[in-house]
Structures are given as structure tokens and as C-alpha cells.
């Protein structure tokens, strides 16, 4: 980026960690170059993203900024209110409360949104109370969340309520990998044929560990194991590896006609007006409650914007740290992110952990799918081929490598 | 609507012999909170506009630019706070790469040189190194620093001798191993910052105090290696 000058890095090993796609949410927790580049890169080489329909609305981002309050707050003791002050975590939640998991506790302060029960002047947010915690505990335990009520809310959370509303957090799914944070192809009759010298680790990647949602933590428990497992992996597999396969001479073209075609552009949108609609859509018709209406819609907007993508024009042409050029070239790899969530959502016909649509919804002693999930039919890991867009399933493993397997049980607390 | 004016240090090296301040005049909505949403607004006018950003919520220190002659966070600055026309200027006394981009290769190189990492060679416990919480306390106002370099950009010692004087940034994470238990290199921590130059540099002028987005305070840490330099020498 410094100097804009080319290079072609040729590895016996690459890892990617190059994070989630976040960005391609309007409300989002996440900062601004959580663009889904790892993911963007990996599509466009053929490689299949996995699972990318299960996105993690975490329950308490400040409403309009999108800046996370922790769920330790809610681990010290804060409690969500309606507009009628009541806890009403209390009636989704008898046991667990505040504490049920975050899709859960997602859907129910949406749920308190749609039927009128929201706060503020448009009532399109409900409110996260600390003031009960006392304020030695708050500056001692949750200092930063004071600082985020002051200065992007300009709420005292000793003193009041800061307002919070469902955003975008964590994407379950991405590049598949092994355990050995290997990326996993299909091919030779196999789903998870390992591809040599290729790695995958945290945010970006999918073993998968969280399923179709992530408990709190987990994410750096991810990071930690998988993240030294692709290292003894790759150290393993350099030694063993004598020399690098040969680099064929067009290794670059692709990406030479990338930045190409956007250096000799003199007309055409700005990327962040492509960037912004993509966002919009998303959040829209992929967001904490989907309905296969809005779905559908989504997946035929985010096809239409993907047209767009291609003719975005690039005004800066400089060399020296082109910030304009990065945020264009950005914008491919969030339509990929995007269009993988989209199609994999639409085609999902249940219920499943923080994938929920409506019109698939049953009650709980459902004798085909509780509360929505069809284990006959849809146990399994969808994957999303950038190439004609098309979806292609996996089985998910049920057998641990050296415990009991725990069956699927309905979700219930 | 609101117009506001910005005043913004412009350099391209491949276009501009010399950098050059580029007035700006925006009309902002009203929803923009925080200097960086102007910053991008701006950015939406003119792309060519070069500028570091990530979090938005003051935690990675991307974004540390001299605003109105202070150095500080673009994103954690209220829009309210500044009055009249806006100057935008790199942190001073770093090379500019462009625009409001600094290298900032010799900041880094004084945080490395104080070696931050616990450093402990006795026998690895079967899980953490335990810590009371009064041991933990000691941590507090160290810990947090997110390297903006708002601090050492702002301290006219480190401007007449980055190569030479550490700064108030990689002084304040040497105290923040001094001072925490765990760590087990106290002695060479203080041998590493014993010349003229290192410490020594530091005369309590507390640009550094004055301008943190993080309100920590590096002259008091530095104070108390003085204190430890002092204390082993008599």
C-alpha cells in the first residue's frame, strides 16, 4: 500500500487471517476493513465458502454507532428494558434471561421492536440499564464501556440507560479448513480433500467449530487452538517440502487485469456508493428475522449491484498510499461475501441456530422440525461457489475424534 | 446542513514538489458525530484525500492526526468540540508519507527497543502466572495504550532526538513490564534506559499527558523509573 509498487509473493505455504466480512452489514460492530478480503480471494480462486448464511447478530451495539458493548455487561448484572421498563428477557427467557444466547436474545429485543415495545423517538431501540451495577463496579470492571456510553452516546451508564439494537458481529462460516487449519476442497470424489500449502485461520475460516452460532469467547479459543495447529502444521509441512511447485508466468494477470481495468476507468460510480447499497440490502433482507420474501429479493438485488462492482470508477490513480484504490478493490471482495450470505440464506428452508425465517418457525414438540430445524433434511454445510453463483452441501461431522458424539437436541431454556 | 471548513495538509510525493494546505468547504448533515464520518465525507468529494482508519471507536490508533494544532483521534473527536474551520495536519515530526499518512517506522522501533514482552524464564506453571488483583492494579493507565503516537509526536524531545530518546510511548510500556510481577527483567529493563539519552531526555514539559486520547498519563510512569534508576544507585 505504501509505495504502490507490485509484487508476487511465491510460498510454500499461505495463511490466510484476514478476518470476517462485517462490512457488508450497515450496522456493524466491526471496523472498517473487515472487508472479507481472505474470503474474496478464496472465491475467486474456485475455492467454495462455507456456512456463510449464519451471521451473529451480537445484542448490545450501541444503536447508530454500531460500536459493541460487551457481553460482559451483561455478565455483571446490566439487564435489557422495553419502553414499558419491563425485563423482558424474563418472558423469552425464564431461565437464562439476559444471558441466553446472543441469536436468541437478538430476536427477542427485535421482536420487543416490531410489536411497538421499542424506545426513543422512533422507538427502534430498546435499552441496555448498568446503573444498578453501582459506579465503582462500572469504572473498575467495565471502564471501557463507560468510556463508549460518553462518547458515542453521550449517555453516563452510571447514571442512565444506553440505547443498544441487534448488529452485525461475527460470521460463523468462510473458507473451509481441517483441523489443521488446512483449506478443504471437493474434489476426487471427496468434500474434504485438503489443499497443499493452503491455510485458513480464524474469523475468515470454517472447521466448523461454531456450527450455526458462536458462544461469546469462542472466537479468541478459535484464534488460539487453530491458529498454532496451522502453525506446527505448516512448519511440519515446509521441512517436508523441498522445493516450491514452479509459478506459472500469467501467476499475475488476474490480478494485473483487476487493478488494470480500474486505472484506465474515466467514468462510473464511486466505491462506496456500491459499497453502501451493498450494505443497505443486507441489511435488509439478511438480517436478525428473515422472511424467504426478502430473501429472494436479496439475492436479486445483491446480482444486480454485482453488475455494478465491475464498472466502479477509480478517481485516484496516484501510487503512494492509495487508500482510493484499496476501498475499490474492497468492494469486490465484500459483493463476494455478500452474495455467498445471500444465496446460501435464500436457499436454507429452516431454522437453525442464527439462521431463523419466519415461515419456517414451528413450535417446539414440531414432530418434523422443533422450533424450525430440519435435522432430515438439512444437516449440512452449504457452500458457495463464486462461479455461476451455485450451492453445493456437505455432511457436518457428528463423530468427535476422541469423545461420545452429542446428538442434537432440540434448543431449549 | 451545516458548511464547514476544512484546512488540509495535502502531499503526493509523485505530484507535489512541496507539501500545501487545501481548503475545503462540505456541507455535513447533521448525523456526522465524530471528526472521521467528516473525514469520510470529505473523502466522498475529493477519493484523492489519504488518510489511515480502522476501528472507529479508538482502539487500534489509526487515525491519530494533528487537529487544530493538537494532536488526537479522528474518530473519538466530537465534531462539537471543534470550533470554526478545521485544520488537518499529520502528527509532527514523523516523515509524511502522504497527506495525513506519517511513516511510522521510528516510533516503532523505540517501542521495540524496550523489549515489550513478559519476560520469564522460571519454570512454565501448568496454567497461568498467578496475580493478585492489588499486583493486577498496578497495571491500570499502562496497559491501555494503543500506540496512536499522539504522545510521542507531540514531545519537542523526541522531535530534536527520535533516534536517541525512547518517548513517552515506549517509556510508558517499559514502566508497564517494570511494573508488572510477573516479569522477571526489572534489572535489565533499567540497565537497557541507564545512558543521557534513553530517559533522560524527558523534562516533565507533559505534551504527552495533555494530548492522549486514552487519558494516560506517560510522565508519571516515567517519573517512577527515575525513581528506580535513583533508588539503585544510592
Avoid at chain 1, 422472511?291 to 462492482?309: H, N, P, S, Y
Amino acid at each position: 500500500m505504501e509505495t504502490g509498487d507490485l509484487h508476487v509473493l511465491h510460498a510454500k505455504t499461505v495463511l490466510l487471517a484476514t478476518g470476517g466480512a462485517g462490512r457488508i452489514y450497515q450496522a456493524s460492530t466491526n471496523a472498517f476493513i473487515n472487508t472479507g478480503d481472505g474470503l474474496g480471494m478464496a472465491a475467486r480462486a474456485g475455492i467454495p465458502l462455507e456456512d456463510m448464511e449464519f451471521w451473529q447478530f451480537h445484542p448490545t451495539g450501541v444503536a447508530g454507532a454500531g460500536v459493541l458493548l460487551t457481553e460482559g455487561c451483561r455478565g455483571e448484572g446490566a439487564i435489557l428494558l422495553n419502553s414499558n421498563g419491563e425485563r423482558f428477557m424474563e418472558r423469552y427467557a425464564p431461565t437464562l434471561k439476559d444471558l441466553a444466547p446472543r441469536d436468541f436474545v437478538s430476536r427477542s429485543m427485535d421482536q420487543e421492536i416490531k410489536e411497538g415495545r421499542g424506545c426513543g423517538p422512533n422507538k427502534d431501540y430498546v435499552l441496555l440499564k448498568l446503573d444498578h451495577l453501582g459506579a465503582e463496579t462500572i469504572h473498575k470492571r467495565l471502564p471501557s464501556v463507560y468510556e463508549i456510553g460518553v462518547n458515542f452516546a453521550n449517555v453516563d451508564i452510571t447514571r442512565e440507560p444506553i440505547p443498544v439494537v441487534p448488529t452485525i458481529h461475527y460470521q460463523m462460516g468462510g473458507i473451509p479448513t481441517n483441523i489443521n487449519g488446512q483449506v478443504v476442497i471437493q474434489k476426487n470424489g471427496s468434500d474434504n480433500e485438503a489443499l497443499n500449502g493452503l491455510y485458513a485461520v480464524g474469523e475468515c475460516s470454517c472447521v466448523s467449530v461454531h456450527g450455526a452460532n458462536r458462544l461469546g469467547t469462542n472466537s479468541l479459543l478459535d484464534l488460539l487452538v487453530f491458529g498454532k495447529a496451522a502453525g506446527n502444521h505448516i512448519v511440519e509441512f515446509a521441512s517436508k517440502t523441498k522445493s516450491h511447485k514452479p509459478l506459472p508466468a500469467d501467476a499475475a494477470e488476474r490480478s494485473l487485469e483487476r487493478l488494470n481495468r480500474l486505472d484506465s476507468t474515466t467514468s462510473g460510480e464511486y466505491a462506496q456508493d456500491v459499497a453502501n447499497d451493498i450494505r443497505a440490502s443486507m441489511q435488509k433482507h439478511a438480517g436478525v428475522f428473515r422472511t424467504q420474501l426478502a430473501m429472494d429479493e436479496g439475492v436479486r438485488q445483491i446480482a444486480a449491484i454485482r453488475e455494478r462492482v465491475g464498472a466502479i470508477e477509480l478517481k485516484d490513480k496516484s501510487r503512494v498510499f492509495n487508500t482510493a484504490r484499496i476501498e475499490a478493490l474492497e468492494v469486490e471482495n465484500l459483493i463476494e461475501a455478500a452474495q455467498a450470505t445471500i444465496v446460501s440464506a435464500a436457499a436454507r428452508r429452516e431454522c437453525r441456530g442464527a439462521h431463523t425465517v419466519s415461515d419456517y418457525e414451528r413450535p417446539a414438540d414440531d414432530a418434523v422440525a422443533p422450533l424450525g430445524r430440519d435435522d432430515a433434511n438439512w444437516l449440512k454445510h452449504s457452500l458457495w461457489y463464486s462461479e455461476g453463483s451455485r450451492l453445493a452441501y456437505k455432511p457436518v461431522k457428528l463423530k468427535p475424534l476422541s469423545v461420545e458424539s452429542v446428538p442434537p437436541k432440540v434448543r431449549t431454556f | 446542513m451545516e458548511k464547514r471548513t476544512f484546512h488540509i495538509y495535502r502531499y503526493d510525493p509523485d505530484k507535489d514538489a512541496k507539501p500545501y494546505m487545501q481548503t475545503v468547504e462540505i456541507e455535513l448533515e447533521g448525523n456526522e458525530r465524530m471528526l472521521l464520518d467528516a473525514l469520510m465525507k470529505l473523502k466522498a468529494v475529493d477519493p484523492t484525500i489519504a488518510y489511515r482508519r480502522s476501528c472507529r471507536e479508538g482502539v487500534c490508533g489509526s487515525d491519530a492526526m494533528n487537529i487544530n494544532g493538537k494532536n488526537g483521534l479522528a474518530c473519538l473527536t466530537n465534531l462539537r468540540t471543534l470550533k470554526g474551520a478545521i485544520t488537518l495536519k499529520p502528527l509532527p515530526g514523523l516523515p509524511v508519507i502522504r497527506d495525513l499518512i506519517v511513516d511510522m517506522t521510528q516510533f516503532f522501533k523505540q517501542y521495540h527497543s524496550i523489549k515489550p514482552y513478559l519476560v520469564n524464564d522460571s519454570i512454565k506453571p501448568e496454567k497461568e502466572r498467578l496475580q493478585s488483583p492489588e499486583e493486577r492494579e498496578e497495571l491500570n493507565g499502562l496497559y491501555e495504550c494503543i500506540l496512536c503516537a499522539s504522545c510521542s509526536t507531540s514531545c519537542p524531545s523526541f522531535w530534536w532526538n527520535p533516534d536517541k530518546f525512547v518517548g513517552p510511548a515506549g517509556l510508558l510500556q517499559a514502566y508497564r513490564f517494570i511494573a508488572d510481577s510477573r516479569d522477571q527483567a526489572t534489572a535489565e529493563r533499567l540497565d537497557n534506559l541507564e545512558d543521557p539519552y534513553r530517559l533522560f531526555r524527558c523534562h516533565t514539559i507533559m505534551n504527552c499527558v495533555d494530548v492522549c486520547p486514552k487519558g494516560l498519563n506517560p510522565t508519571v510512569a516515567i517519573g517512577k523509573i527515575k525513581e528506580l534508576l535513583v533508588r539503585r544507585a544510592v
